[in-house]
């Protein structure tokens, strides 16, 4: 007798979102948990965005700020470089100069930053402000008039902020991050919130916060798990939006990706061990759930499509 593959019935569905203009590109719509194809369908593959900057990341480790030397010193320039060098699919555009803490550029100067990149590449951008909630609502506000109707996804909506946020996405056209402290029920609560506003819930794209490997990954695999099944088992519309996974800027913080190896010579190679700190870190939560994923470093990024490929 023939082995037969148990068939798990999910009521529910992750919206499909699409985003860009000139190049779209969509993500979610799968009917069923990561890759298990046997279960339901995996409409499209999980994306991933390089991360660039408004500023030059001088905190970023040499391992990774050396793969972008020559270019990093200018926005437009490393958009550039990613979508004609490292074949990017998108971009994310931190505005991190926004912060009070660093540059405290103005609304007007990260809009002209946004257009200015907008112009220089085709690919579907992620705007993203630089997690200072106050500053943030002003700033966002004014890159989502600034890239009126180009499809963005803007970024990121918190409790503290999301009023404002909201309504300019959904008054310029956007999609929109929802990010929570990594909390499933904060996170359905935000959801909720934004929704009330008019903001369409197939607009969405919610993180719950990211954590890298060896800080915390496994509470926030966990969260983000729990979002996904709440979604597929329980046809919990709250909970239906394609899922955010902000790699590198977690990654790129640790010990692991930064320690030297003549002060820690069992570790092996630091560029190895910190590529593969990100690729392993993004591959865990592509298993949780997460369609988006926001990434740095080009050798990761390869891995992790090739990972990709052969799952699907």
Sequence with gaps: MSFVVPKETYSGKVYEVSIGTDKVINFGGETMLPFLSFDGTMKNRPL???????????????????VYEG???NPVTWAKYCQEKLGA??????????????????????????????????????????????????VLAAVAEAAKDKNCIIGKAQEANYKTIVAAAMANNHKLIAMSDLDINLSKQLNILITQM??????????????????????????????????????DTTMQQPLLGDVGFYVWKTKETQASESDLPKWGSLEERAIAWEAVTAAAFMFAGAELLIMRHPKAVEALEKLIDELM
């Design 89 to 138: 699919k998108a971009i994310a555009l931190r505005l991190l100069g926004t912060h009070p803490d660093r540059l405290n550029t103005s609304p007007e100067d990260a809009a002209k930053t946004v257009k200015d990149v907008l112009a220089a590449v085709n690919l579907p951008m992620i705007i993203l402000g630089s997690n200072n909630a106050d500053k943030d609502a002003s």
């Design 48 to 66: 991933i965005a390089y991360e660039i900057q408004d500023i030059p990341p001088d905190d970023w480790p040499d391992t990774i700020k050396k």
């Design 198 to 235: 008019g903001f369409d819930k197939e607009r969405l794209i919610t993180d719950p916060m990211c954590s890298a490997l060896g800080y915390g990954l496994d509470y926030t695999y966990s969260v983000m798990e729990r979002i996904r099944l709440a979604a597929l088992m329980q046809n």
């Design 71 to 73: 270019v990093s010193d």
